[in-house]
């Protein structure tokens, strides 16, 4: 979806840069194959961009203008959260879902043409107050646990496997909110997904909260 | 040895020692991965300087070593460490992070592609940036 929004957008000025945040080498690659990327496809496998940017899912994006200032902080990139309406034996989803799935995508691809042709004057550009007003925030416990998720992925990869996992899940303790903290660390399924009974107990446990934080845009399910 | 992750990177420490929760770097090293020199007015990284707190000083600095964590402590910043003292985290506090994202300019960051080369979110400027994060998990 990105490769086809930048071979439409890059001679308008638009640059993609899309970040895995994949701790372990190799998992991200076979998708940036598939994708074949033009754009730049970077890989933080310490989550820098959640210590930076507030980032506590995937997709999330930002919108950075040409004088490298943010016009839309971290939040929801054109995601609904349509998986936690389907039927998770048939993975059918409903009708309804579906279409609201659609206009999240569509609705958020439009906005960033809209930015792309109008720039500051777009109604998705955030002047300055009002996208200091979507920040995200930058909590002590937030912070913290980003050093020790950082710290946690160095250990792992130097072979301390127990101290690494002790300190990714203290870390996800002290910052609930990230689910790129808790499905880094999470055991995975044979498609290499964090979806095994604990993450649906834990999206369940949700309740009426999102999973994917509300996106401040007109039209935005 | 001492591997120390930084704002800016990750340094090996050769002469780094940690005692507890201190962490005695020579100032080499400790220039190196943070920035920050001893000077007769206290602690200093360009322009700005801390002074030590009164008698306190060789809490801070001793011949030609800096504890980095003191120091850090000190400025209110995260300071986090394994068991065996030989990995440690100098982080930025929560109140400079979010001092940072406030003045809306991005952060700045270096990030490697699939091939290791590394790319700078500045080297851009003059573009319109689409920042996306994505996870195969």
């Known amino acids: 979806m990105w490769q086809a929004l930048y071979e439409e957008l890059a001679d308008r000025g638009l640059v993609v840069i899309a970040v895995a945040m994949d701790s372990r080498e190799g998992d991200p690659l076979p998708w940036i194959e598939a994708a074949k990327p033009t754009y730049p496809a970077l890989i933080d496998r310490d989550h820098r961009l959640a210590e930076l940017y507030g980032i506590v899912n995937v997709p999330q994006a930002v919108w950075i203008d040409e004088a490298g200032r943010i016009v839309r902080p971290a939040e929801p990139a054109g995601a609904y959260e349509g998986f936690r309406k389907m039927n998770r034996a048939t993975r059918e989803m409903p009708e309804d879902v579906a279409r609201l799935t659609t206009q999240a995508r569509t609705t958020y691809l439009d906005a960033i043409r809209d930015w792309v042709r109008n720039g500051a004057k777009s109604a998705h550009a955030f002047a300055p107050d009002q996208a200091r007003g979507h920040l995200p925030a930058l909590t002590e416990s937030a912070v913290r646990a980003q050093a020790m998720f950082r710290l946690g992925q160095t250990l792992l990869r130097l072979g301390e496997t127990a101290e690494g996992q002790r300190l990714l899940q203290h870390a996800s303790r002290l910052h609930p909110e990230s689910w790129c903290i808790w499905r880094q660390g999470a055991d995975v399924t044979d498609q290499g997904l964090a979806a095994l009974p604990d993450f649906w107990e834990r999206v369940d446990a949700l309740g009426e909260k999102r999973y994917y934080a509300p996106v401040d845009m007109k039209g935005m399910p | ?137």
């Open chain 2, 1 to 137: 040895m001492v591997t120390l992750l930084t704002e800016s990177g990750e340094y090996a420490a050769s002469g780094a020692e940690a005692r507890g929760e201190a962490l005695w770097c020579p100032a080499r090293d400790a220039e190196a991965a943070t920035g920050w020199v001893a000077k007769p007015e206290g602690l200093c990284r360009g322009e700005v300087c801390v002074p030590l707190p009164a008698g306190r000083g060789r809490e801070f600095v001793d011949g030609g070593r800096i504890n980095l964590a003191a120091l850090w402590r000190h400025l209110g910043r995260p300071v986090l460490h394994s068991d065996r003292g030989h990995v440690w985290v100098l982080a930025e506090s929560a109140g400079d992070r979010a001092t940072a994202l406030a003045s809306l300019q991005a952060p700045d960051f270096t990030l490697p592609d699939v091939a290791g080369r590394p790319h700078r979110l500045s080297d851009h400027r003059g573009k319109k940036v689409l920042l996306v994060t994505w996870a195969s998990w």
